[in-house]
């Protein structure tokens, strides 16, 4: 029931940005958390950044001061703009939601989104 397609990975030089979008439909809570997570090859998945409903923003401590998360309730849409992109933020960037207070399973991802960050 619901959907989260991420957008706008792709090939970057050290020092570059990108900006992730992720959009998504179905039964979104009015109360929930989205956010972005990544995976490099041979390590496990790890938390990027995520903003709840009213705004609550948590980061990563390796992504500090360089990636901003956002979201815009009207379009059910999340960003994640990456600044000074690293060789080590190379991974596949998958969106979550969590629909807080649900009487039915409330944890979705997205089919995630290649970033490379390469010279």
């Known amino acids: 029931q619901v959907q989260l397609v991420e957008s706008g990975g792709g090939l970057v030089q050290p020092g570059g940005s990108l900006r992730l979008s992720c959009a998504a439909s179905?039964?979104?809570?009015?109360?929930?958390?989205l956010g972005w997570y990544r995976q490099a090859p041979g390590k496990q998945r790890e938390l990027v950044a995520t903003?709840?409903?009213?705004?609550?923003?948590i980061y990563a401590d390796s992504v500090k001061g360089r990636f901003t998360i956002s979201r815009d309730s009207a379009k059910n849409t999340v960003y994640l703009q990456m600044n000074s992109l690293k060789p080590d933020d190379t991974a596949v960037y998958y969106c979550?939601?969590?629909?807080?207070?649900?009487?039915?399973?409330?944890?979705?991802w997205g089919q995630g989104t290649q970033v490379t960050v390469s010279s």
């Open positions: 979550n939601l969590r629909n807080l207070y649900s009487p039915v399973p409330a944890l979705y």
């Open positions: 179905g039964s979104i809570f009015s109360i929930n958390v």
């Open positions: 903003i709840t409903s009213g705004g609550a923003i």
